[in-house]
């Protein structure tokens, strides 16, 4: 569908707006653009003929958006960074070929990065960009082709590559671990109890699959598994972590297990695009190549 020119105003009254807004000045916003006050508020003036409403309250010197300026401020910021990260895209790879993907800080340290390297030997014309974060990415607002995403298939309008899936084990440091010297799942709760903000209730979902009370359970918050890994290898308490991203800790005897038996989660890995995205070229290679890496691991 093609949009209507009176839809679109120019690109500089935009940035005039955006700059105002976000610097609460006209002579601020002049100052960052390299402009005069007069300029910007000509721009500003522009912009609100167009659309038909006042974006700003203006009071003697001051200025403030109205709650309609406040709305737009939010998506004209959004689409001209969208503007900036297509730019910087191409301009990085002028052929084409780029791809944009969020990932889940750990899973991109621990698993993904050192096997990037075969992915760029494989397909040496893709261009990668990586983006992290531990809260699940939208797609309506974030600039990225697709995203790694632990748990079940529910975004809507989506597709769902499935990777694999993961067990969890309690593992601590030696020490600690030989000090309680656990003999059943109740008593973990005798040791502290590190616990990842994105999976609060994990410990309660353990205890619940071995059969024990899985109430009252309480512990330190971390918002990264990294920083739970380091805080378990330290000695600080017990961590309950998929095996996978633990592997070296194990190997070089940092991490011990609290019990022998890892424990399958009901959740697993995906890789999750837009479903018009389907088709794009980098995204299907991209994720033919990771699906072959995935089952490895399964």
């Not at 406040?70 to 791809?99: C, F, H, K």
Request: a neutral charge; glycine letters at 6%.
């Amino acid at each position: 569908m093609q949009i209507p020119r009176r839809l679109l105003p120019p690109i500089h009254a935009l940035h005039a707006f955006e700059a105002a807004a976000r610097t609460g000045s006209i002579s601020n916003a002049a100052r960052e653009l390299d402009l005069t006050q007069s300029a910007v508020s000509r721009q500003i003036k522009a912009l609100e003929d167009q659309l038909g409403l006042e974006l700003f309250v203006r009071d003697k010197q001051t200025i403030r958006l109205t709650l309609a300026g406040q709305s737009y401020a939010r998506d004209i910021r959004e689409a001209l960074r969208r503007v900036s990260t297509a730019s910087l895209n191409i301009r990085a790879n002028p052929l084409g070929g780029s791809l944009t993907l969020g990932i889940l800080p750990t899973f991109g340290t621990r698993w993904l990065a050192q096997r990037l390297p075969r992915f760029a030997l494989h397909c040496p014309g893709i261009h990668l960009n990586l983006f992290s974060r531990m809260t699940p990415f939208d797609f309506n607002l974030d600039s990225i082709d697709a995203a790694i995403h632990f748990g079940k298939p529910e975004w809507p309008d989506a597709t769902f590559t499935p990777l694999f899936g993961e067990s969890v084990l309690p593992v601590g440091a030696p020490e600690l671990v030989s000090r309680y010297s656990f003999k059943s799942p109740e008593d973990i709760r005798q040791a502290p109890l590190l616990i990842l903000l994105s999976r609060p209730d994990a410990w309660e979902r353990w205890l619940a699959r071995q059969s024990a009370r899985d109430d009252g359970i309480r512990g330190m918050m971390f918002d990264h598994f990294e920083m739970v890994i380091r805080a378990a290898r330290s000695g600080l308490g017990l961590a309950l972590m998929p095996t996978f991203l633990i592997e070296e800790e194990i190997a070089a005897g940092q991490l011990v297990p609290a019990f022998a038996q890892a424990q399958p989660s009901p959740e697993k890995y995906y890789l999750v695009s837009p479903a018009e995205r389907g088709h794009y070229a980098p995204l299907v290679a991209f994720r033919d190549w990771l699906v072959a890496e995935a089952a490895v691991v399964s």
